[in-house]
């Protein structure tokens, strides 16, 4: 299993080292007004990257856990042809039981050496063409996932959406800090600092966008912000965020694949706190007045081990530390907003894999694992009694094994996504993506062919999955098809008695793309984790 786990998440945690733009002709000067960037153009795709933008001054030292700040001036045109320093990263949990305290009262993934720096506040963007577009295009924003502990803008190449668009599209590709550098809670960082800091760096690019993607031939009015498992969780937290109230508008249609949705704890709940605290003790500043002051005069390197050691100790297959609700940006649980329907967006594509949670449970445990005992150890706020309701509710899926697969992925990823199209009802598409076995992260190749082969390498069912996405950032509909090779057929909204369009093979080898309805044992599932949200943070 550990292999497998292992293998399963590179797609979000090992970034590409392979993924550069080629050689080719001279491309054009962008001026940003605070600098000027060239990147290049690729012979083979005709699509021009600029890597490494810079969209926020360094972060560091006082500056940490502090919002972003606009780039400071530099002289000269600036070569954007190589990858950025990743931000810093950290891996899941490996503990079998959860070391957080009642709120109330996986594997540590190895990743390749790509430079990791906590000055890492960069964007890609790429282009068609070897000039910039004359016609405003429409805007894909992606943000990658990695359970906000890691991932960068390396590990998806945008130059992928703009060839799958047919090169009528922008694409930008951003990153932002990471774990206890972009998310460390506690009323220390509330009073001092700034909470969500990694939220806020992505904030702060989407208004980067709102101010300059007009330079690169995007049309800043049409704007999709689209992500995956974390990526996707980060959209929703800008789906919510300010209480769906942002003004101006930065986008104006949403974009989820395995929408991620862990416990979000209010910034001084006890777990925040806790967090808060072993930082601040593994960093040798419990004796000071001002533990915050000392965290930013604290060695970058040691801070990092520290963020590496409390991921890891979490839960096995958790990410640790994650948004909270800071009563600004994010003002309430995510639950609660959608169900009272305070969202940003105009239109929303949601798409759910088949078998989200196998890939962070540890699979060894089949035969020893107590369904009620896990959901308790997944959720600290549950007691007995919760942890006895949620056996009993996935009392009929299979295995034991079969049913904290599905607790895991179902309360996690599969019904925050019902949640979230429940707060866009009338605009608002679904989507399952079931290509066997149907596990987290296995369609990321298909829109990101870069990033290798796509496990059912069909020619039509590759054009018509990954023109789906593009179709929708072009007009707001996956129906809007520009490609004759796309097989889609006719995609009703989800309000519309639930449907869904499925996205899987047949036995012989053949796509098998149709519409469907949502299963009632998991609107059913979906319902308890509904009423459970108190207890879970979500």
Known sequence: MQLTFINTLLYAIVPALALVVRDGSSAPIIDLGYAQYQGTTDSATNVTGLLGIRYADPPTGIFRWQAPRAPSNVTGVQQAITQPPQCNQAGSGTSPTNPLPDPGAGSNVKRAALATSEDCLFLNVFFPGSVVPSEPLPVVFWIHGGGYLAGSASGQNGADLVRESGNSVIAVVIQYRLGLFGFLPGTKVKEGGALNAGLLDQDFALQWVQQHISKFGGDPTKVTIWGESAGAGSVLQHVIARDGQTDPPLFRGAITSSTFLPSQYAFNDPVPEFLYSEVVNQANCNTTDDTLACLRGADGANLQNINTQINRAGFFGTFVIVPVVDGDFITQRATEALKQGKVNGQALLAVTNTHEGNAFVNQSTGSTVDVAQYASGLFPGFGDSEGTAAAQAYADVGTPLDQVNAIMGESIFIC???????????????????????????????????????????????????????????????????????????????????????????????????????????????????NMSALTAQ
């Open 416 to 530: 925050p996504t019902y949640f979230l199209l429940s707060a866009f009802a009338g605009r608002g598409f679904k989507a399952e993506f079931a290509i066997p076995p149907g596990g987290h992260g296995e369609d990321v190749n298909f829109y990101f062919p870069t990033n290798g082969v796509p496990a059912f390498n069909n020619s039509a069912f590759v054009a018509s999955f990954a023109d789906s996405f593009l179709a929708f950032v072009k007009d707001q509909d996956p129906n809007a098809k520009f490609n004759e090779a796309d097989i889609t057929p006719a995609w009703s909204l989800f309000n519309t008695s639930n449907t869904e369009m499925l996205f899987n093979r047949t036995e012989d080898g053949q796509p098998d793309i149709r519409s469907i309805t949502t299963d009632v044992g998991v609107l059913a599932r979906c319902s308890f984790w509904a």
